[in-house]
């Protein structure tokens, strides 16, 4: 196999794998099974079954945004296209958690904080850069400040009441509400001169 096969299979092995018992629950030795190479191999490609995890995140993220953006049409205004945007991306953030990571980890491991926050940021600076290019946005000498703003703000709302709810209601729940209550004085704020 050439080195873009084995990577990619080492990728499908894991993204399923993570998906249906959880980041935690996986062990490299499985990943190498599913994969059908040996554990040495992994990491030979990779440093960590935590770098494995990053490029599957980083990958499915990267498409999911490239794929928001690209598809979006501005709304009848700007607060109500940048607002949609947001609760996009927040459910996309969501999505990433539940179905590649797990919650248990998220809640009980310590390194899934540093982690995530390291990813968060990453997600960010890449949402920062996507929504910069979307015609629909005003372009204004502080634009990229206040996109930042609003991504920051609502990217850590999201994940306060993601890590505190106790089931998937709560979860909906807390998104409604952060739709209606929050949101949109977030995004006012972030497009006031």
């Keep these: 196999m050439e080195a873009d096969k084995i990577k990619e299979s080492i990728k499908r092995a ?35 079954k935590e770098a494995v995890l990053h490029v599957l995140l980083m990958d499915y993220i990267k498409s999911s945004v490239d794929e928001l953006i690209n598809s979006n049409t501005p709304e009848i205004d700007e607060e109500t296209h940048l607002s949609n945007l947001i609760m996009k991306t927040c459910r996309l953030s969501y999505t990433v958690c539940n179905e590649f990571i797990g919650w248990d980890f998220i809640r009980e491991s310590a390194n899934s904080q540093d982690f995530l926050k390291n990813l968060s940021n990453e997600l960010e600076e890449m949402l920062v850069s996507s929504f910069m290019q979307i015609s629909g946005i005003r372009k204004q000498e502080n634009s990229m400040q206040r996109i930042r703003f609003l991504i920051k703000c609502s990217k850590n709302i999201v994940f ?24 949109p004085y977030l995004v006012k704020a972030a497009l006031t001169v």
């Design 14 to 48: 894991a993204q399923e794998l993570f998906r249906k018992f959880g980041y935690h629950k996986t062990s490299v030795n499985e990943i190498a099974k599913k994969a059908k190479i040996a554990k040495a191999t992994i990491y030979k490609y990779f440093d960590s």
């Design 160 to 183: 306060s009441f993601a890590f505190t709810s106790v089931s998937d209601s709560d979860v909906r729940k807390n998104f409604v509400s952060f739709q209606k209550e929050i949101l």
